[in-house]
């Protein structure tokens, strides 16, 4: 009787997106901080191959999230779960200039040049959102019925 | 701020530490139980691995990086809790008397089904309400507390037995019905359109998404229960029936769109799948039963249901999943009677049986099979 397994890939699937885009925007901060405060380098590290995965998971999450904006467009639910999706439907909406801020961060990755706070505010608002839906998902995994 | 989660973070290994140690202290004498228990103390040395990189990578101490480490935190307690809860207190909580049961049961089921799996483990961790559930991820099966003194539900673990089964053999068992499912909906999409009928094509989405990702699969572990254990799963399902209809979930009204197919939906395949294993005859005397419950109970029936559950679906996944059974070589529950002694998926049978010709008896006569499923030997 039990759909704990269904949850479960789903869940699963969440959290490694989520764990995934926020890892890389972690990565992404530390070269900011760095460039900044090149004192840091005495606790902070951050190698070339973590910053070119990063770069490379970022661009193509953010790829997948222009798809969706694009309308009559069949989303991936192997990616994101339908509801994260929605949810990330309604952030576009609700803030309608993160999609410029998104294409702007593109521009500079694609570029190798250093991202900007108020770049990272956007992505972390993005990141936020897939926390949100990947704490309930969790929830709903842990009281799941037969 | 940032003082602060630098502690939660040191909180939450200090606790995966001392976790981990009364795990290894224990002693378990079942082999299955021993190999669980390995699987969550290496789950708890990876979770500890990684939340000591980020205790010394010295982000935890920089304002720029609070939200993000909040997040990561946040994961790595899921990730404890779900350790703490699907494989900790399972082992914690392991019995002889009940687990140890439970497994030898499952084993004597597993050589009577001809599934060539290895034993799960079954941990009697679950209550009434949660009932039975699989975990695949952790190869598990949890039931109820105090399970081991009762048969009736029995049947429904063979349901998870299916999920089991159904992670391996997904192909073989679904076979085309996923296809059949897409090409009705798109037909039904083009009608709508036409139709202008908008509304219905949100609902059309959801039908999809619900068919792929729970329904077929739900649906395929009660045909493989059914296969495997007979009519005692029909009426396992009917004891389940009984309280959904009490809230007026027949037919799933309201909600219909959710991670279990109605149980109307489910009886029908059922059913339909007692048919394909010869059991036409008690076939017969449950759906006689049912449709008179389906005239007392009198629960509604949303105006879309025919349309998100069409009899050519149910007919596709009930014909694909006995195919599937037949070529996995999966013994169905009438070869099991002929081809072995006195299977665990009969005694069930005979529990239903008698407990709808002697109710008042039933308790006793319980008590005396389960006694000899009791004095099994494990056969590792």
Known sequence: MSEIGIISKQYGA????????????????????????????????????????????MLIFIDYLKELQKVNHEPDFGILPGKTILELKKLFDRKPGIDKTLHKIRGKLKKDKFLEKEQFDALDEIVAVLDNERSMLFKKLRTARG | ???????????????????????????????????????????????????????????????????????????????????????????????????????????????????????????????????????????????????????????DLYHEIGHLIYVQSEQFLVDDHLKKMTLYFNEQRAAAKWRKKKQYLERIQDAVDYWEYNWSEELACDLIAIYLVGPAYAWSHMKICTTSSGVNEIFSFRKMIKEHPPDEVRMRAILQMLGLINQKEEADKIREIWEKFLGVTQNTKPDDYDLIFPQELIDSIVQNVFDGCTN?????????????????????????????????GFSQWEEGKIANLQSLSFLY
Not at chain 2, 126 to 153: C, T, V
Request: charged content about 25%; hydrophobic content about 40%; aromatic content about 10%.
């Open chain 2, 1 to 155: 701020m940032n003082q602060l989660i630098k502690g939660l973070y040191i909180d939450l290994f200090n606790r995966l530490g001392k976790m981990t140690l009364d795990l290894e202290r224990l002693s378990m004498t079942s082999p299955v139980a021993a190999g669980f228990q390995k699987t969550a103390v290496l789950s708890m040395y990876e979770l500890k691995k990684k939340i000591a990189i980020v205790i010394k990578s010295g982000i935890l101490s920089e304002e720029l990086f609070t939200r993000n480490v909040i997040i990561s935190y946040n994961s790595f307690n899921n990730e404890f809790i779900d350790i703490e809860l699907f494989l900790f207190l399972p082992i914690i909580k392991h019995s002889l008397e009940a687990e140890g049961y439970f497994e030898k049961v499952v084993q004597k089921i597993y050589n009577e089904i001809q599934c060539t799996q290895s034993v799960p483990f079954i941990s009697t961790i679950s209550n009434s309400e949660s009932y039975y559930w699989a975990y695949s991820k952790y190869k598990m099966i949890a039931l109820p507390q105090g399970e081991e003194k009762y048969l009736l539900n029995l049947g």
């Open chain 2, 328 to 360: 996995i070589t999966l013994r169905s529950y009438p070869d099991q009677v002929k081809k072995t002694t006195k299977p665990v998926s009969e005694v069930i049978n005979e529990a239903w049986s008698k407990i709808r010709d002697d109710p008042e």
């Open chain 1, 14 to 57: 969440l959290v490694t997106k989520t764990d995934k885009i926020n890892d890389s925007v972690i990565v992404l901060k530390k070269q900011f901080l760095l460039r900044s405060n090149p004192e840091k380098s005495k606790t902070i590290v951050v190698s070339d191959k973590e910053l070119e995965g990063a770069k490379n998971d």
